[in-house]
């Protein structure tokens, strides 16, 4: 048998341990003042809160999913957010005039200085009637708006419990945000209201928006889009008896038609979709109106204005070539375009401290920090260059934005994911 001298397994010892170290990360200043943060004696104490009250969490969750809030109607949600977080012993909690819901839990320093906003939103995609009876399997829960974004509301109550059972005091005051409006329709109407009419609009430092479970997503990019709604016109007339007069249908059909041959970028990704269309009297009938609506979105601010530039030529040329193919004896037909959507792009600095302490929260929890771009309340603190990011509350979900919604509450890895929005906050609020 081939046997090595003790000296060169000493030195090939040497060498791998040597090797070893090479590889792993060298420690940054924010994995550092994460693993303070999570070393203290304060944050353990809040942990220990969140796993004990972990099952509080879960029927605030509950509570909170069974109160329907779809685009505009939040207000009975809203009211019951307020009633939360008024019994959890804020110092200022309020309804704005724009129905957003928030509390401030003050720091250390002087009054009216910079502070942290973290916020789940209200709404949900769904329509009033929807219902929103929460199903639960085990762990899993199911019901319309349960993960998007209503455990992230459950979340932050439970943030609040857990840092004043920790005794911990931040430098920053906190400010817990329960905002309307964020899907669809609401085109971020509440955080555009926080950020351009609000009391603390001036204050705001750093921006966290808790949206959705995945625990190692830090979404730094802002996804813009633009949104339309295009109704095309006409005389309108009887199927057979006005036949070959134009018609707003052809028109509408050309449009989408061109508008999906459209050939956009991958880098930065732009997308877009024709998605949901509408009008006419009967079938045989042609229409006097017809509408279609539209998502263009990308992230890049020049290829957003180029695609929806392209849209704006497309509607006009289709018009026109109505009105040259059939006759206008009784009418042309015309096209109005709308803009119902309208969400600015850009992304915080990746060397932004923001995003270097939630890197290094997911870290410290043991995940892997998946960077990306999406549209998400984060959006608007983003184009005001206030540095903010989209993080996760926690366990895992699914089909969001469909009606068998569901996520997963199962404690350790609910708590595993609840300690990075905490850790983040508290690195960023100073402690």
Do not use: C
């Not at 709404?123 to 219902?131: G, L, M, Y």
């Not at 001036?202 to 109704?231: H, L």
């Not at 603190?381 to 569901?406: F, Q, Y």
Request: aromatic residues 6%.
């Amino acid at each position: 048998m081939f046997r090595v001298p003790r000296t060169s397994l000493a030195v090939l010892l040497s060498l791998s341990l040597a090797g070893t170290a090479a590889a792993q990360p060298k420690p940054t200043g924010a994995d550092r003042t994460v693993r303070a943060i999570r070393d203290s004696a304060g944050f353990k104490v809040a942990v220990a809160t969140l796993d004990r009250e972990h099952e509080r969490i879960v029927a605030d969750t509950i509570t909170l999913t069974e109160i329907p809030a779809p685009p505009f109607k939040e207000k009975v949600r809203a009211e019951a957010y307020l009633a939360l977080l008024k019994s959890h012993g804020l110092s200022v909690v309020e309804m704005d005039a724009e129905g957003n819901v928030m509390g401030l839990r003050r720091g250390t320093a002087a009054a009216g200085q910079p502070l942290v906003v973290i916020a789940a939103h209200l709404d949900t995609v769904f329509p009033e009637e929807t219902n929103v009876k929460v199903r639960r399997e085990g762990t899993k829960l199911f019901a319309p708006g349960v993960g998007d974004d209503t455990h992230s509301l459950a979340v932050l109550l439970g943030y609040i419990r857990a840092l004043d059972a920790g005794k911990i005091r931040t430098k920053r005051d906190i400010l817990f945000v329960g905002n309307v409006g964020e899907e669809g329709p609401g085109d971020l109407r509440g955080v555009r209201y926080i950020f351009t009419k609000g009391k603390y609009k001036d204050r705001i430092a750093a921006f966290f928006s808790m949206d959705g479970t995945s625990a190692e997503r830090v979404t730094y990019g802002a996804v813009g889009s633009r949104r339309y709604r295009v109704t095309f016109k006409g005389p309108g007339g009887h199927s057979y008896g006005a036949f070959g007069i134009v018609n707003p249908m052809g028109a509408m059909a050309k449009a989408v038609s061109d508008f999906n041959m459209i050939q956009v970028p991958t880098k930065p990704r732009t997308t877009y979709a024709a998605s949901v269309v509408g009008g006419g009297t009967s079938v045989n009938s042609i229409p006097d109106a017809i509408w279609v609506e539209v998502d263009m979105r990308s992230e890049g601010a020049p290829e957003l204005a180029q695609l929806d530039a392209k849209f704006q030529q497309i509607v006009k040329d289709a018009v026109a070539a109505e009105n040259a193919a059939r006759s206008t004896r009784v009418g042309s037909v015309t096209a109005e375009v709308k803009l119902i959507g309208d969400r600015p792009t850009g992304s915080t600095r990746l060397d932004a401290e923001i995003v270097q302490v939630t890197e290094a929260a997911v870290r410290a929890a043991g995940y892997t920090p998946v960077l990306g771009a999406s549209s998400t309340d984060s959006n608007m603190p983003i184009s005001l260059g206030i540095p903010a990011v989209t993080i996760g509350s926690g366990g895992s979900g699914g089909r969001a934005h469909a009606v068998d919604e569901w996520i997963d509450v199962a404690k350790p890895e609910s708590l595993k994911g609840m300690q990075v929005g905490l850790s983040a906050l508290l690195a960023m609020a100073g402690v």
